[in-house]
């Protein structure tokens, strides 16, 4: 609700809450508020009700048109401001007050104590000198040089900084902590300090929004950590350098470097001959663009390559060189050769010996196999004859009593007779 003091009249003290607002009361408000926050749109309206019916609906209505022309969501009519309940008369009263201007001037709480007024003494002499023209020093007065200065203006001259930073390996740490000289002390003139400062300082900062900006889009893009993603654009940068310089420098002679090189293929190399091999042409920035990013014409390349060719001396060693790497590469295709076989060779050994072991436990296998075959019917045989006996258990039991148990001499008999071998112990 809009601060007592807009009101033409006092709130009476009857009047304790929204609910007990007169409609002149709310009417007188709105309007008042409505004139603070767009004069042309409240200037027509009257902050208070005529007596009459018809006078009341056209100012209600006006007013409510006036409401909405500023943004208020709600319904609202004539009938909110003559017969207007608690809850409609809040919700547009509060709209209203939101929709006030704030005073921004003092609004900003500060520090208090010393710090307080030492920021507002800055800030005095800071808008004392905005406020101030510019005067040649020569025509400064006493005020305007404790303002400005009684000297010339020094020219902002900057110089690289080696700010230490944690991380990195020992040997920087250790250099960071010793041998590094202070950063006050790293421009060659002391007044140099503070722009050197600004000057890295926005360069920090110009390549850190840089970075969150590329990372903020082709970074999340590739869906790759930060330390890979650079790893990648670096890589990739190196191999278009090294693309433009292949294709910019003619081929180097064959055979090993003997001496210096030839300044003849230096100046077709580096263009200082200014002739069809010049590495990299003056020009604008988008003629350098096009030759970095387009290919050479394979004329234009050809011709490159013959003249470098053209300007290097005969020489005996780059003759004898072909024959020469052809004799080293037939020796060492031969050793590699002698290698193989010997390697194969003992490998064939060790498949024959590996054939006889092999042999050998089949032939052991066969022999346990038969063995054990001899004695599974030595057993059948001699559980098929105690079968045939009379009381069998009996038997059983005196066979294992011996000799000793009356009537086993007629067992093991029987069994003689029978051809079971070995039954006796």
């Given at each position: ?40 749109l409240?200037a027509?309206?009257?902050t208070?009700?005529p007596?009459?019916?018809s ?15 500023l943004?208020f ?6 009938q ?7 809850h ?9 007050v ?20 030492l ?16 005067v040649p020093p020569?025509?400064r007065?006493p005020?305007?040089?404790?303002l400005?200065?009684t ?14 930073h944690?991380g990195?390996?020992p040997?920087?740490q250790?250099?960071f902590r ?9 421009p060659?003139r ?6 050197a400062?600004l ?19 082709a970074g ?7 330390q890979e993603y650079?790893?990648r ?7 278009r ?9 003619p081929?180097?002679p ?5 001496g210096?090189?030839?300044?003849a293929?230096?100046q077709?190399?580096f263009?200082a001959?200014?002739?069809a091999?010049?590495?990299l042409?003056?020009?604008?920035r988008?003629t350098?663009?096009?030759?970095l990013?387009h ?19 005969p020489s005996?060693?780059s ?8 004799a080293?590469?037939e020796?060492s295709l031969?050793a590699?050769?002698?290698q193989?076989e ?8 060790e498949a ?18 038969l ?6 019917d030595?057993?059948?045989?001699k559980a098929r004859a105690?079968?045939?006996l009379?009381?069998?258990h009996?038997?059983?039991?005196k066979l ?8 086993g001499g007629?067992?093991?008999g029987?069994?003689?007779?029978l051809g079971?071998t070995g039954?006796?112990?």
């Amino acid at each position: 609700m809009c601060p007592p003091a807009t009101f033409a009249r006092p709130v009476p003290p009857e009047i304790q809450s929204v609910r007990d607002f007169p409609p002149e009361l709310v009417v007188e408000a709105a309007v008042r508020c409505v004139r603070v926050v767009r004069p042309a749109l409240g200037a027509p309206l009257s902050t208070l009700l005529p007596p009459g019916m018809s006078a009341r609906f056209r100012l209600a209505s006006d007013l409510a048109s006036a409401c909405q022309e500023l943004g208020f969501g709600g319904d609202v009519g004539y009938q909110t401001f003559l017969y207007s309940s608690e809850h409609d008369t809040r919700r547009l009263l509060l709209f209203l007050v939101e929709k006030l201007p704030r005073d921004e001037a003092g609004g900003g709480a500060e520090p208090p104590g010393k710090s307080g007024a030492l920021l507002r003494a800055i800030g005095a002499c800071i808008r004392d000198q905005l406020g101030t023209p510019w005067v040649p020093p020569n025509c400064r007065t006493p005020r305007l040089q404790r303002l400005q200065g009684t000297s010339y203006l020094q020219p902002f001259s900057t110089c690289p900084l080696v700010l230490p930073h944690t991380g990195g390996p020992p040997e920087l740490q250790e250099y960071f902590r010793g041998a590094a000289p202070p950063v006050p002390a790293q421009p060659p003139r002391p007044a140099g300090a503070p722009p050197a400062l600004l000057e890295t300082h926005a360069a920090q900062l110009s390549a850190r929004h840089d970075w969150e900006a590329e990372w903020g889009g082709a970074g999340l893009a590739s869906r790759l950590p930060p330390q890979e993603y650079v790893g990648r654009k670096r890589l990739r940068a190196r191999l278009r350098a090294l693309e433009s310089l292949r294709q910019a420098c003619p081929p180097r002679p064959h055979g090993p470097p003997e001496g210096p090189l030839d300044p003849a293929w230096l100046q077709g190399a580096f263009g200082a001959g200014g002739g069809a091999g010049g590495a990299l042409p003056k020009g604008s920035r988008f003629t350098r663009t096009q030759h970095l990013t387009h290919k050479q014409d394979p004329q234009v390349l050809l011709q490159q390559v013959q003249a470098a060719v053209e300007t290097l001396p005969p020489s005996k060693g780059s003759e004898e060189a072909p024959g020469m790497r052809q004799a080293g590469e037939e020796a060492s295709l031969e050793a590699t050769l002698a290698q193989l076989e010997a390697a194969i060779e003992g490998r064939r050994g060790e498949a024959r010996a590996a054939q006889l072991g092999l042999a050998q436990v089949e032939a052991e296998v066969r022999q346990g196999h038969l063995a054990l075959g001899g004695r599974q019917d030595a057993l059948r045989l001699k559980a098929r004859a105690l079968e045939l006996l009379p009381d069998a258990h009996g038997n059983m039991a005196k066979l294992q009593v011996g000799w000793g148990v009356p009537g086993g001499g007629q067992v093991w008999g029987l069994l003689d007779s029978l051809g079971v071998t070995g039954a006796r112990l």
